[in-house]
């Protein structure tokens, strides 16, 4: 991983130290370098009502769009209990990301102990899109 990478990982495992999963103990966070160099991070925060927690991808992209950012150039995500371990992002989220991601986006998730990067096209084929 370039160092490049590596901010954006550590700013996903940061975001995650700040994870409000008091229902699920499952701590996620997310970061996203968008097209200007802009780095915004979201984390999961849950709810007693369960349907209305949201997820930490969905926080870090309305912050980019809140600050302008239109493309999401990497989009990193920490996830797990306790400890760090490897977290993929949900069904919803890929569509979500899939929304401001091109064939360049890097979704860099861990596997094992490796940060490996994603393509959204392999992470979500055929993503909707309106005609
Ligand atoms: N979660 C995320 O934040 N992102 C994902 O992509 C998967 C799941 C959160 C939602 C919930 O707060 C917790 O992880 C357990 O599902």
Redesign the pocket.
């Known amino acids: 991983m370039t160092n490049n990478n590596q901010t954006v990982i550590d700013a996903a495992i940061e975001a995650r130290d700040a ?1 409000y ?1 008091a ?2 103990g ?3 966070g ?1 970061a996203i370098v968008d097209d200007t160099g802009g780095l915004h991070v979201g ?4 709810n007693a009502s369960y349907p209305l ?7 870090a992209i309305a912050a980019m769009v809140a600050a302008g950012g239109r493309r999401i150039r990497t989009i990193a ?1 920490a ?1 797990g209990g306790e400890t760090l371990s490897d ?4 069904g ?2 890929r569509q979500r990301i899939s929304e401001f991601a091109d064939g360049d986006t890097r979704v860099l998730l861990l596997d094992g102990k490796e940060w490996r990067a994603w393509s959204i096209e392999a992470l979500l084929p055929k993503g909707f899109t309106l005609p």
């Open positions: 994870a999963a229902y699920s499952y701590r996620v997310a984390c999961n925060v849950e927690g949201t997820c930490a991808e969905t926080g995500v996830g977290c993929v992002p949900c919803g989220c």
